[in-house]
């Protein structure tokens, strides 16, 4: 059993920065943040592997930058040039290797309870 808490959600205006911190009792393969805006359908933002690996959606690449610290077992979602359209709950999760390569976020096996970011223009 893995136990995930996110934390550093907020509002900010478009444009601005902002950063998400996910603490994890246990790192597993596959760590990444899944984000869902309000009636819409549950999206990828970004994953990290193991091995440092990052991918991430073409909606947030060049203004998001996801990492993660192996001995904190913390990892971090830093957001630049904030849009109205990142408004969302951001969830952290993690899973297998195949879920960050395949970005299979619905097999992921463990979710954090989200935070939410409002950006507002």
């Known amino acids: 059993q893995v136990h995930l808490v996110e934390s550093g959600g907020g509002s900010v205006q478009a444009g601005g920065s902002h950063r998400l911190l996910c603490e994890a009792s246990?790192?597993?393969?596959?760590m990444a943040w899944i984000r869902q805006a309000p009636g819409k359908e549950r999206e990828g933002v970004a994953n990290i592997e193991a091995d440092g690996t990052t991918n991430y959606e073409d909606s947030v690449k060049g203004r998001f930058t996801i990492s993660k610290d192996n001995s904190k077992n913390t990892m971090t979602l830093q957001m630049t040039n904030l849009k109205p359209e990142d408004t969302a709950t951001y969830y952290c999760?993690?899973?297998?290797?195949?879920?960050?390569?395949?970005?299979?976020?619905?097999?992921?096996?463990?979710w954090g309870k989200g935070t939410l970011v409002t950006v507002s223009s």
């Open positions: 246990g790192f597993t393969d596959c």
């Open positions: 999760a993690t899973g297998s290797t195949y879920v960050c390569e395949t970005r299979n976020y619905n097999a992921m096996d463990y």
